[in-house]
């Protein structure tokens, strides 16, 4: 046995016991440390693909969020909280899951690697659409004072070359916590830049020619992809995708989808479509998913590449791309 997995099997011991102190109230049976593997903690989904794809069979990743579920409105139970204690590395996003931010500056120590570090936030409104109604208001930056307030829109992932450079960071962050398997964990990194970058070059292509380029969506998730492929958003609500848009919103959502002949108003997985369905009513349009990949639902059995892809398939459709 060498000293790293005489050490590995001491720490998960002392895990296994602190685990059932903390929990032992609850009925959990504990999870268990393999000392074979780097324990990683994920804060949702994007992230949970980053750390599997580049740690292999090197790692053994908990996703916090579970599939299915919205991951804004996490609330960690005691168990895991023990996960984020016992990780040997905890991988999220600051500002995205308060309940995981919370816990991480309490217990995360060192241990913790925070991807908005790694690719600097965009505001809450970028990629948004700036549009003059003529009337002396410019309803859009009504909206971004609504939901900005120096808010930073946290849903970087949907710019795969932004994901890349996150995964780079992360292979390093790995190669420091397990110096064994470093080499291993550049690699895959770079194998899975190669697969971003390809992605990012079928969007390029995908998008380039469009009758249309704004895009009506739920909330305005958006912003990163927006951005890249030269897209303008046009948010129903703001980040917060449970926030009830008020009556003035829903008009002039409906009225600049007429203008910029939208045929489509999406919604997401994750949240109801009710809304969406109500303007496009009022437009004669359809909807249709646009997924922000902010978890996977239950049934989904894609991933990350496939799910994005679908995406580019319905913005294809959405803005008449030949």
């Known amino acids: 046995m060498t000293f790293r997995t005489a050490?590995?099997?001491?720490?998960?011991?002392?895990?296994?016991?602190a685990l059932t102190l903390v929990t032992g109230c609850t009925g959990d049976e504990a999870a268990g440390n393999d000392p074979e593997r780097v324990d990683v903690v994920a804060g949702f989904y994007p992230l949970q693909f980053l750390a599997e794809r580049i740690g292999g069979d090197a790692v053994a990743v908990t996703n916090l969020a579970r599939p299915g579920a919205e991951p804004h409105d996490l609330e960690l139970n005691p168990r895991q909280v023990s996960?984020?204690?016992?990780?040997?590395?905890i991988?999220?996003?600051?500002?995205?899951?308060?309940a995981v931010d919370e816990a991480i500056e309490q217990h995360g120590g060192d241990h913790a690697f925070d991807v908005a570090e790694v690719e600097p936030l965009l505001d809450a409104t970028a990629g948004g659409h700036d549009h003059d109604h003529g009337d002396g208001h410019d309803h859009d930056d009504e909206h971004a004072d609504e939901v900005s307030d120096g808010a930073k829109d946290p849903h970087v992932w949907l710019d795969p070359t932004r994901l890349a450079t996150i995964g780079d960071k992360l292979a390093e962050r790995l190669g420091a916590v397990d110096p064994d398997h470093a080499d291993e964990y550049t690699q895959r990194a770079a194998a899975l830049r190669t697969?971003?970058?390809k992605l990012?070059?079928?969007?390029?292509?995908?998008?380039?020619?469009?009758q249309r380029r704004e895009i009506v969506v739920s909330h305005t998730a958006f912003g990163y992809l927006a951005q890249r492929y030269q897209l303008e958003q046009i948010g129903i609500t703001g980040l917060t995708p449970e926030d009830e848009p008020s009556p003035q919103r829903l008009a002039a959502v409906t009225e600049e989808a007429r203008e910029h002949g939208a045929t489509t108003i999406f919604f997401e997985t994750l949240v109801s479509p009710k809304v969406a369905e109500t303007?496009?009513?009022?437009?004669?349009?359809?909807?249709?998913?646009?997924?922000?990949?902010?978890g996977l639902s239950a049934e989904n059995g894609g991933d990350y590449l496939s799910v994005m892809r679908t995406n580019l398939e319905s913005l294809r459709t959405a803005l008449s791309c030949s």
């Not at 050490?7 to 016991?17: D, G, I, Q, W």
């Open 83 to 89: 996960q984020i204690i016992d990780a040997e590395l």
């Open 200 to 210: 990012d070059t079928e969007f390029t292509e995908g998008l380039k020619t469009c």
């Open 91 to 98: 991988v999220f996003l600051h500002g995205f899951q308060p």
């Open 279 to 294: 303007i496009a009513r009022e437009v004669g349009a359809q909807t249709a998913v646009l997924d922000p990949l902010e």
């Open 7 to 17: 050490s590995r099997a001491l720490a998960a011991a002392t895990a296994a016991l």
């Open 195 to 197: 697969e971003l970058e």
